[in-house]
T-cell receptor
Framework: GQNIDQPTEMTATEGAIVQINCTYQTSGFNGLFWYQQHAGEAPTFLSYNVLDGLEEKGRFSSFLSRSKGYSYLLLKELQMKDSASYLCAVRDSDYKLSFGAGTTVTVRA | IAGITQAPTSQILAAGRRMTLRCTQDMRHNAMYWYRQDLGLGLRLIHYSNTAGTTGKGEVPDGYSVSRANTDDFPLTLASAVPSQTSVYFC????????????FGPGTRLTVL
């Protein structure tokens, strides 16, 4: 099974940078995903890491260290529309995802 | 239909009643999943299907059953609903394998009284 931890809440100012950390303990690792979920909506895919290092996609970047069981999602140039929950998910060798409880990010003007 | 659809959008159900949540995808994805999402617990996998004709149990399968008669449809049945099954249910699909992400349906909000 998987044990995935991420902070419950974070607050940041518009235009700033926020880093959401995710740590995991896994019995079989086959990739790490980040999803964004706005209130009352479905999760949508943000990023995928399977090898160590940084993946950059516009304002969003995700980092993975498999030896440390650690990932982070970096949100740059925060906008009000980035206020949402961010879900860290680990995929096992059977291609099933286990999700963390999510981090609610509030962006203030 | 575009992507994944779920029905109903929301439902209030008396305890002990049988209920089927419907999920249909038009992306010809091999794999489909059912999750429940509860406050503070995140998304938890109920059942999954890697391909038509096969199903598997996830983290919280008790009280739920699924079938996968074809590629597009993956219904979730609560045989005898209980209040602890009050939740938001999401269906998802993926092409299967590799770095492919899961695409989620809009969800069904179920209340069992």
């Amino acid at each position: 099974g998987q044990n995935i931890d991420q902070p419950t809440e974070m607050t940041a100012t518009e235009g700033a940078i926020v880093q959401i950390n995710c740590t995991y303990q896994t019995s079989g690792f086959n990739g790490l995903f980040w999803y964004q979920q706005h209130a009352g909506e479905a999760p949508t895919f943000l990023s995928y890491n399977v090898l160590d290092g940084l993946e950059e996609k516009g304002r969003f970047s995700s980092f993975l260290s498999r030896s440390k069981g650690y990932s982070y999602l970096l949100l740059k140039e925060l906008q009000m529309k980035d206020s949402a929950s961010y879900l860290c998910a680990v995929r096992d060798s059977d291609y099933k995802l286990s999700f963390g409880a999510g981090t609610t990010v509030t962006v203030r003007a | 239909i575009a992507g994944i659809t779920q029905a109903p959008t929301s439902q209030i159900l008396a305890a002990g009643r049988r209920m089927t949540l419907r999920c249909t995808q038009d992306m010809r994805h091999n794999a489909m999943y059912w999750y429940r999402q509860d406050l503070g617990l995140g998304l938890r996998l109920i059942h999954y299907s890697n391909t038509a004709g096969t199903t598997g149990k996830g983290e919280v399968p008790d009280g739920y059953s699924v079938s996968r008669a074809n590629t597009d449809d993956f219904p979730l049945t609560l045989a005898s609903a209980v209040p602890s099954q009050t939740s938001v249910y999401f269906c998802a699909s993926s092409a299967g394998g590799g770095g492919d992400e899961q695409f989620f349906g809009p969800g069904t909000r179920l209340t069992v009284l």
